[in-house]
């Protein structure tokens, strides 16, 4: 079977998977924002942040469908707008695991360290390293340092695709244990918030097995044009 067969088949698999786990994504955050809580998703982001102490730190209401992030450049919560006033199960899901970012900020969690030096490496290797790969590719029997070049720059990406999924995990148990703890939640509805999480926290799993197997793809590519 050829490499690119390989890579195929591994594309397809990987893609109908990431279908599969976006859908079931979409369809617990339908299903767990009909579970109402009497507060909203600004409101439990405002509660988790004070019960950590964690005083500078804005709370933003932003634009899109499961947009929520957390930026540790402004030290901004920014939530989507369905979590920013929802009074649901889902929302407060969401609204406590950005903020689980913010407390991992807080305490210097060393993975979001790493993750955040890792930013302005990312950024200059997904700018260049599309057309150094393709480049690469097609001048891979006569200059195959090229595809080497493309291929540690893609490299930076997988390893920034995986150093995301301690980071997400840990900010999902925070979320999910200060839930409980402050008794926004009960059993279970903290086990419906957990449900949640764990069903996003799937797609980063699936972004980071696709980028290995991109990266081993092309590593096939270049091991194939140095034996010829």
Same mark, same amino acid.
């Given at each position: 079977?050829?490499?690119?067969?390989?890579?195929?088949?591994?594309?397809?698999?990987?893609?109908?998977?990431?279908?599969?786990?976006?859908?079931?994504?979409?369809?617990?955050?339908?299903?767990?924002?009909?579970?109402?809580?009497?507060?909203?998703?600004?409101?439990?982001?405002?509660?988790?942040?004070?019960?950590?102490?964690?005083?500078?730190?804005?709370?933003?209401?932003?634009?899109?469908?499961?947009?929520?992030?957390?930026?540790?450049?402004?030290?901004?919560?920014?939530?989507?707008?369905?979590?920013?006033?929802?009074?649901?199960?889902?929302?407060?899901?969401?609204? @406590?695991?950005?903020?689980? !970012?913010?407390?991992?900020?807080?305490?210097?969690? #060393?993975? &979001?360290?790493?993750?955040?030096? $890792? /930013?302005?490496?990312?950024?200059?290797?997904?700018?260049?390293?599309?057309?150094?790969?393709?480049?690469?590719?097609?001048?891979?029997?006569?200059?195959?340092?090229?595809?080497?070049?493309?291929?540690?720059?893609?490299?930076?990406?997988?390893?920034?695709?995986?150093?995301?999924?301690?980071?997400?995990?840990?900010?999902?148990?925070?979320?999910?244990?200060?839930?409980?703890?402050?008794?926004?939640?009960?059993?279970?509805?903290?086990?419906? @918030?957990?449900?949640?999480? !764990?069903?996003?926290?799937?797609?980063?799993?699936? #972004?980071? &097995?696709?980028?290995?197997?991109? $990266? /081993?793809?092309?590593?096939?590519?270049?091991?194939?044009?140095?034996?010829?």
């Amino acid at each position: 079977m050829s490499t690119l067969s390989i890579y195929w088949i591994l594309f397809i698999g990987i893609a109908i998977i990431s279908w599969i786990v976006s859908y079931s994504l979409e369809q617990k955050f339908k299903k767990y924002s009909k579970e109402s809580l009497p507060m909203t998703g600004k409101e439990v982001a405002e509660k988790m942040l004070h019960d950590h102490g964690i005083m500078d730190v804005q709370i933003t209401c932003i634009d899109g469908q499961l947009t929520d992030h957390y930026n540790p450049a402004n030290k901004t919560v920014n939530l989507s707008k369905d979590v920013y006033h929802g009074a649901n199960i889902a929302a407060a899901a969401v609204a @406590a695991h950005e903020c689980g !970012h913010a407390v991992q900020h807080e305490v210097a969690y #060393a993975p &979001l360290k790493m993750r955040s030096a $890792l /930013v302005p490496v990312v950024s200059f290797a997904s700018h260049w390293m599309t057309w150094i790969l393709l480049i690469g590719m097609l001048t891979v029997e006569t200059f195959p340092q090229l595809l080497m070049v493309g291929i540690a720059l893609f490299a930076t990406t997988t390893l920034f695709s995986f150093i995301t999924l301690p980071v997400e995990v840990d900010a999902s148990r925070r979320a999910v244990n200060w839930l409980q703890e402050a008794g926004i939640t009960n059993r279970e509805t903290t086990e419906m @918030a957990s449900d949640a999480l !764990h069903s996003a926290a799937y797609t980063y799993v699936v #972004a980071a &097995l696709s980028s290995l197997a991109t $990266l /081993v793809y092309y590593i096939l590519i270049l091991m194939g044009g140095r034996r010829n």
